[in-house]
Structures are given as structure tokens and as C-alpha cells.
T-cell receptor
Framework: ETGVTQTPRHLVMGMTNKKSLKCEQH?????MYWYKQSAKKPLELMFV???????ENNSVPSRFSPECPNSSHLFLHLHTLQPEDSALYLC?????????????FGEGSRLTVL | AQSVTQLGSHVSVSEGALVLLRCNYSSSVPPYLFWYVQYPNQGLQLLLK??????LVKGINGFEAEFKKSETSFHLTKPSAHMSDAAEYFCAVSDHGSSNTGKLIFGQGTTLQVKP
């Protein structure tokens, strides 16, 4: 088992579809994150969950809806997306506390919105 | 507000040559600083971090970085490049308060090319 697993690795969807990205961590961490990686732009923090509670929403449009049912799983529900939402979505996890900046990333879900 | 600037979006070196990737930060409070590496089709991996202890930080794969407060810099170096070092490198900053929450501000990244 790898530390942080993301599925699917690739996703193509139309603007009217509803899909979800899944992230699972096997590291015993209690914080999980969604980052967006677009071409030629810095990584953008989207959401932070600590102990299953959302502690950060970085002004993300409501067409992105996160869900964290427990400390090991994180979802990103997608609906009525726009072509500019096409990007690599990275999930990460960490401990809470002094080592929180040490993020462990999954391999990402490459999203294409047609 | 904190920010990170990586000078040079693309750096090319010959195998065996010195690697120098530049990072300057802006922070109103003492920062925590990080370097991450992303190999093709993979997520990011932590190379090293500075958390106000020693100013010269050693990381994995022979990389190291030096924190210079007077220059607000945290450049990444490796004495001798290897072909396997070809990847994208990201500098990141957080403040001590945010460090407990993992909230990092990333630079735009530098792609390192290693020529045989």
C-alpha cells in the first residue's frame, strides 16, 4: 500500500456531469488537504481538514464540494465544472502540529473538463 | 502576507555539474521553509525543511539548502547533478502558526533538466 492513494488517476467529464475524486491515506495522519495544480501556476490550496473538520476553504467555488468522513478518507465532489477547472488535483496528508508542513502527496487525479 | 518567488522556471545543467535552484521568500514572521520535488506523473515529495534550527539544512538525495535571513533566500543546491534529479522543484513557506495546519504557500516551480 502506498501512503496516499488517489482515484481515479484520470477523469474526463462534461460540464453537466457529476463526479467525485477519492483520496485515502494509510499513514495514520489526522490532517488532509486538496491542492489544485494548473499549468504554469503555483499549487493552490483548496481545502484543509483537521480531525475531520474543515479548517480552511480558500475561496473555492461551490461547484467543488469536499467531504471528509474520517481521518483516512477525503473526497472532492465535482458538479457543473468549467473548462478552466481542468487541472491536476492533488491530495495530501500530514500530522497536526509541528510536523504539519511535512505533507505527503498522492499522485494526483488529472481532470479534463470538456 | 507570505509569498515565495522561484527565480528561473527552467534550469539546465550537465550531469556532474552543480545544481543551484533559487528561492526567495517574503514573510512578516519567522518562516518555516520547504523544498519539494515532483517527478513526472507523481505527487510532490519533501526534500528538506527549515524550521529555525540550523541554517544549513540537509535533505534527501544529496540536496541541501541554506537559510539566509539577510537575503530572504533559501536556495537549493547539490554538488553533482545526476540524471535522476530531472524533475520539478517547488519552494514553499509557512508561518509558525500555519505550520500546525499544514498551510503552505508554494512557488511556481523550477524544472530541472540534466543533460548527459
Amino acid at each position: 500500500e502506498t501512503g496516499v492513494t488517489q482515484t481515479p488517476r484520470h477523469l474526463v467529464m462534461g460540464m453537466t456531469n457529476k463526479k467525485s475524486l477519492k483520496c485515502e491515506q494509510h499513514l495514520g495522519h489526522n490532517a488532509m488537504y486538496w491542492y489544485k495544480q494548473s499549468a504554469k501556476k503555483p499549487l493552490e490550496l483548496m481545502f484543509v481538514y483537521n480531525f475531520k473538520e474543515q479548517t480552511e476553504n480558500n475561496s473555492v467555488p461551490s461547484r467543488f464540494s469536499p467531504e471528509c468522513p474520517n481521518s483516512s478518507h477525503l473526497f472532492l465532489h465535482l458538479h457543473t465544472l468549467q473548462p478552466e477547472d481542468s487541472a491536476l488535483y492533488l491530495c495530501a496528508s500530514s500530522t497536526y502540529g509541528s510536523k504539519a508542513g511535512e505533507l505527503f502527496f498522492g499522485e494526483g487525479s488529472r481532470l479534463t473538463v470538456l | 502576507a507570505q509569498s515565495v518567488t522561484q527565480l528561473g522556471s527552467h534550469v539546465s545543467v550537465s550531469e556532474g555539474a552543480l545544481v543551484l535552484l533559487r528561492c526567495n521568500y517574503s514573510s512578516s514572521v519567522p518562516p518555516y521553509l520547504f523544498w519539494y520535488v515532483q517527478y513526472p506523473n507523481q505527487g510532490l515529495q519533501l526534500l528538506l525543511k527549515y524550521t529555525s534550527a540550523a541554517t544549513l539544512v540537509k535533505g534527501i538525495n544529496g540536496f541541501e539548502a541554506e537559510f539566509k535571513k539577510s537575503e530572504t533566500s533559501f536556495h537549493l543546491t547539490k554538488p553533482s547533478a545526476h540524471m535522476s534529479d530531472a524533475a520539478e522543484y517547488f519552494c514553499a513557506v509557512s508561518d509558525h502558526g500555519s505550520s500546525n495546519t499544514g498551510k503552505l504557500i508554494f512557488g511556481q516551480g523550477t524544472t530541472l533538466q540534466v543533460k548527459p
